[in-house]
RNA sequence: GCCCGGAUGGUGGAAUGGUAGACACGAAGGACUUAAAAUCCUUUGGCUUCACGGCUGUGCGGGUUCAAGUCCCGCUUCGGGUACCA
């Protein structure tokens, strides 16, 4: 009987669909464990071969953890809310809900055909109201509450307000936008209005106005790649930075919990380090700066107080609200200038053109420490979001201030001992102080604490820790996202009772924006409560469906709760989760963030929702070409291109196989070459050239999993996307060598099989294949939990090609093999479980353990080494003495031809190991 | 600029500081076959030798060690991330 992966693969996935086999129920009895994939974005292309490396390396490690006795949840799901849906409903007029759902519909015929053990029961997909019914309710409730600093948690905004009614601001300890100071009295005084404008200034989910990209023409908010040397990239219209009430989230709030739990995870190294750079805390000081001939003053941020000596300028942000303040009458008109030139600018120019521009603001402030006259000028080199927007700058230690000094010929003041500052700043933090009064003489570490202390002391400011972590801009103009739950009443917002969840997308003509330059909801009729207060037009971004749908998964048809208690307390949190690093600083951040909120509220049990994280490496796209020769139908093979003027053409990977060109195939793949003629080479065949690079439908190089499943099936697919190279590391797809671990699984069968009979046999088995077994159970357990399975699908096949020489047809060797099998191709370890005699499925088998009793060695072969160069080998018993096997070492014939008559000076015995001689 | 990864045969890659190149692809040769496919066997880093063998070899230059692809220092180079963050 052949090998029928055709035939076999329907057959299980049948079975195991109608037997329910990856159904998952809470159970008590057995240990939870938790395996996630990073659900798709269903998009039009359907799945290529890269996108199932991720999903089955978790698949591995599900089925694995089944095979050990854990009850395994591993769901599946859609994060189907996003823009290229929208652009299809606008250029076709289709509602993007149908396209959704016919690509859903792809991938899972798709995903399907790959023999995944998901749990499909449990699928979720962002863009149905009973989903996105809770992520509207989780809005509200960030609503509802604010940060408290002293607690390090979430609150109830009701319990603020208690005290704004009893003492004011008075030592209140809330995260908030801006540093609001009023008395009980002040605050009980206010009307509804004035109350619920300040509770936004402190809500975690508010309203604020924020700088944005606008296009007026566009009617729409955009985002920064989507902005060019001042208009769109999309029709070319000019675009503005303007200011604009956006709903966001105080994610920064969470900065300093978001860092310290990444100490309790397992993730990478790098995705750790990257979070932290995100987060970017730094510590330093808020230092005061009173202003020459006025009665004010204002605050910089600074790391480095050690350098207060050399502060010879200061800088504001041109967004500051102080450059209004700091202005003097006769600079007013340049300064006016100056803000004009910036405004026009988009952050992305910005960015890219360094040139250093700045303007005086006519003011001078007076250096706290030394007492001196400092100029105040404004450049947009200083950021309006980070720290004050206002900068002491010292431009002997910092290479921005540095450039600015330059440009406007401002004083530079060297700081440190025997720096060079003619060319360029010093801006290590080392070396001795100097200039710098009770500074002097000390090293810079000993200077920042000094001076520190001193400003505390002082009261010249505070100690202050700031974050670059921002706070996520949460509205989009954009109609295919969740709906927001709120109405306006007098302009301010409200939201709706939750009994209204899920406010659901309303129908609408079109989806652009109105004529009045509102958001497509604009658009939609009766778009209001009952009472008649118009609801929200925005919508939320794709982030939102995606931060809480690992808890959705553990109780994904409960209409009462994001997820019942008990189901969170049994599931808790993900164990293991896999997908690509593009969301170290996004989802990774915004899903960590909506936990710990969650979790603050009572509602989840674990404050880290992705214990362990590991990102599959990408799969790169291998091109292939063809060469033409220069106006000519005439391609040349590539070994002999060098001696024609060529030049190179993508060509179809799937028509090349093993870098040779199907030159039929390719005759129909484009009419244009119906008639080519072909320069070959010696063996008649025509060779291609091939490159890495991005797998893009335009290189032609895009390969579908269904062509390869139809062609090897999906137990080849998955062994040969496992095989191709660690798991981690981003590789090429090459189709090329799949033939490999498709032999694998024939001559796998063929220890089961010959000439139509079944072979395997009841004889005890030899100690030699029990040695070939155990190995490989201790091979295959090692590399699973290492999550090294490149190596596993290599140690299967010098299993089986030890077995085949072996002609080892046991079932008590072969029975455990196939177990240890199932995680990596399921169909045909089902099929050849079945054969074996059993009636269940291999799923629920027991995962085989190593007994190292049959692994021991009677003899070992020692290398035997002179100064570290192997010479020769020696076997000897594996428990011989240290000392035996340097007498017999020595002793040896050849170490005796070798040595030619010298003495060693020295003897390495490693026992089992090596022999080292050193002369 | 900063941070994080890599660099090993024609190719993908393997190697707890202990025989570099496992496993696989490709290639070459052979067996079977009318033929092809499939399957099986042999060889396959480079140089050198009739052969036994020898020399050399993990991006480059140093170092530690009895022993380095692996550890340390200094580079080169290719990916990825991130950025006027004071």
Request: proline residues 5%; charged residues 25%; hydrophobic residues 35%.
């Amino acid at each position: 009987m052949e090998y029928n992966f055709r035939e076999i693969e329907q057959k299980w996935q049948a079975y195991w669909k109608n037997n329910h086999i990856y159904k998952t129920e809470i159970d008590l009895d057995k240990p939870k464990y938790y395996v996630l994939d990073m659900f798709p974005y269903p998009s039009g292309a359907g799945l290529h071969v890269g996108h199932p490396l991720g999903y089955i390396a978790s698949d591995i490690f599900s089925r694995y953890k089944r095979l050990q006795g854990f009850n395994v949840l591993h769901p599946m799901g859609y994060d189907a809310f996003g823009l290229p849906a929208e652009q299809y409903a606008i250029q076709t007029g289709q509602h993007p809900a149908v396209t959704t759902k016919k690509n859903i519909a792809r991938y899972r015929e798709q995903l399907d055909k790959i023999g995944f053990c998901y749990d499909w029961n449990r699928e979720i997909r962002t863009c149905e109201p009973d989903y996105y019914k809770w992520t509207q309710w989780a809005f509200i409730q960030m609503f509802n509450h604010y940060f408290n600093k002293q607690l390090q948690k979430a609150q109830p905004i009701e319990s603020l307000v208690k005290v704004f009614e009893t003492v004011g601001t008075e030592g209140i300890q809330a995260a908030c936008s801006d540093e609001l100071q009023f008395t009980a009295q002040e605050w009980n005084s206010k009307t509804e209005k004035e109350q619920q404008e300040i509770l936004l200034n402190y809500r975690i989910a508010y309203l604020a106005d924020l700088k944005v990209n606008w296009c007026p023409e566009l009617g729409t908010v955009l985002a920064n790649d989507e902005v060019s040397e001042g208009v769109s990239v999309r029709g070319g219209y000019p675009v503005e930075q303007r200011v604009m009430r956006q709903w966001s989230l105080r994610v920064s709030a969470y900065a300093q919990r978001l860092l310290d739990g990444l100490n309790t995870i397992e993730w990478t190294d790098s995705l750790t380090e990257t979070q932290k750079n995100w987060i970017g805390r730094s510590e330093g000081a808020e230092l005061r700066f009173d202003i020459k001939d006025q009665d004010f003053n204002f605050e910089v941020f600074t790391t480095r107080a050690d350098t207060i000596y050399g502060v010879t300028f200061m800088v504001l942000a041109p967004e500051s609200e102080l450059v209004k303040q700091l202005t003097t009458p006769e600079q007013a008109e340049e300064v006016a200038d100056y803000l004009d030139a910036t405004k026009k600018r988009t952050e992305r120019e910005r960015l890219a053109d360094r040139r250093v521009t700045g303007v005086f603001s006519g003011s001078y402030a007076i250096n706290p420490v030394s007492g001196t006259e400092i100029p105040i000028w404004i450049s947009d080199y200083v950021l309006s979001g980070y720290g004050t927007g206002a900068i002491m700058a010292v431009p002997a230690h910092d290479s921005r201030d540095y450039a600015f000094a330059k440009h406007f010929n401002l004083p530079i003041i060297p700081l440190i001992e025997g720096c060079d500052v003619s060319l360029e700043s010093f801006d290590a933090k080392e070396g001795i102080m100097m200039n710098s009064g009770f500074l002097n003489g000390l090293s810079v570490k000993q200077a920042i604490a000094k001076a520190k202390a001193y400003i505390s002391e002082k009261n010249l400011g505070r100690l202050k820790v700031n974050f670059r972590l921002r706070d996520a801009i949460f509205s989009r103009q954009r109609y295919w996202g969740e709906p927001f739950p709120v109405y306006y009443k007098d302009n301010m917002p409200y939201m709706l009772d939750e009994s209204r969840l899920p406010l659901e997308l309303p129908k609408i003509d079109k989806y652009l924006p109105t004529e009045k330059g509102e958001p497509p909801l604009g658009r939609a009729k009766e778009w209001h409560t009952e009472d008649n207060f118009p609801l929200e037009l925005c919508t939320m971004p794709g982030f939102a469906g995606s931060s809480a749908y690992y808890l959705r998964y553990m109780d994904p048809k409960n209409d009462k709760a994001l997820v019942s208690p008990e189901a969170n307390q049994y599931w808790r949190n993900v164990d293991l989760y896999i997908g690509g690093t593009e969301h170290a600083t996004g989802h990774l951040i915004y899903s960590r963030f909506w936990n710990k909120f969650l979790f603050d509220l009572g509602l989840v049990c674990e404050d880290e929702p992705f214990k362990k994280l590991i990102n599959q490496g990408m799969i790169q796209g291998r091109s292939n070409f063809v060469y033409r020769i220069k106006n000519s139908n005439t391609f040349v093979s590539l070994n002999l291109k060098n001696q024609y003027e060529t030049t190179p053409i993508h060509v179809d990977v799937n028509i090349v196989s093993n870098d040779m060109l199907d030159i039929e195939q390719f005759k129909n793949w484009n009419p244009e070459y119906k008639n080519a003629e072909f320069i070959l080479e010696n063996d008649v065949k025509y060779h291609c050239g091939w490159v890495v690079e991005k797998m893009s439908k335009s290189m032609y190089n895009v390969v579908n999993p269904d062509d390869i499943v139809g062609k090897y099936g999906a137990d080849t697919l998955r062994l040969y996307e496992m095989f191709l190279g660690p798991l981690e590391q981003s590789k090429p797809w090459d189709t090329n060598g799949i033939d490999g671990v498709h032999r694998f699984l024939k001559k796998l069968w063929s220890l089961f099989y010959k000439n139509e009979s079944f072979i395997v046999n009841n004889e005890e088995p030899s100690p030699e294949e029990l040695k070939v077994l155990h190995k490989t159970i201790k091979k295959i357990t090692f590399d699973i939990e290492n999550f090294s399975y490149n190596t596993s699908v290599s140690a299967f096949m010098i299993c089986v090609n030890e077995l085949f020489a072996l002609k080892c047809n046991k079932k008590s060797i072969l029975e455990p093999l196939v177990i240890l099998l199932a995680p990596f191709a399921p169909h045909i370890a089902e099929e050849l479980y079945q054969a074996l005699g059993n009636t269940v499925t291999v799923c629920d088998a027991v995962f085989p353990v190593c007994n190292e009793e049959y692994l021991k060695e009677s003899k070992v072969k020692y290398p035997i080494s002179f100064n570290g160069k192997v010479r020769f080998t020696l076997e000897l018993p594996a428990d011989m003495r240290k000392e035996d096997v340097e007498e017999t070492a020595l002793a040896n014939e050849q170490t005796l031809k070798l040595l030619d008559g010298k003495v060693p000076k020295k003897i390495i015995v490693v026992p089992g190991k090596i022999v080292n001689i050193v002369l």
